[in-house]
């Protein structure tokens, strides 16, 4: 008789246990999801704060894009970024093959002229021969150029294209000087600097 009711008391201690237990769980799970909330609720309110102080007047007029400064260049922020890419690699690559379809063409006018007008007068203290270093410039900007428009290495790509247009820009600050930039007028409405500086600025 007496194990039975030690017995059943054993059994109504355990079940309150588990029941104090459980009850314990539930309202330390549902403190656990008030404070979630309260935290969300403190973030999404501190969100609509900083973007209420950052919108003027004219960020209402203009609505959330136009405008506005682009900081990440991943995914759809990258599309405008692609037909620049391109058609700088394919204006390229003709610098790099001029006298014929492939770089250095040893032995045309065209090369031979780069390596008489440009190279030897202003690149004269570079060491080794003349037309070498004109081959390396035709054969960087055609290679540069081919893989920077189709995707293939860009970074080296642009980074070899930049070295090029820092010797181009270079050459015609040498020849004709800055030509009176930024308000001086020249006879062919264009200075002679114009298109190394943006190739180079594009190749950054």
Known sequence: MNRIRYTVVFL???????????AFYIDTK???????????????????DMSAEKETTWDRITGPKLFKTV??????????LVPLRIMTGLLMIHHGS?????????GTPEFQGFVDFIIKPYFG???GSPEIWSAIHDYVEFIGGSFLAIG?????AALSLFGTMLGALYFHLSAVGAQGFPLGHVPNYSYDFE??????LICL
């Open 12 to 22: 109504c201690i355990s079940a309150l246990q588990v029941s104090q237990t459980y």
């Open 30 to 48: 549902c403190a656990s999801n008030r404070n979630i909330k309260k935290v969300d609720m403190r973030v999404n309110k501190l969100k609509l």
């Open 71 to 80: 900081t990440n260049v991943e995914g759809i922020h990258s599309v405008p």
């Open 98 to 106: 001029e006298g014929g379809v492939l770089p250095a063409n040893i």
């Open 125 to 127: 203290f570079l060491p």
């Open 152 to 156: 293939f290495l860009t970074r080296p």
């Open 195 to 200: 298109e190394p500086v943006l190739y180079a």
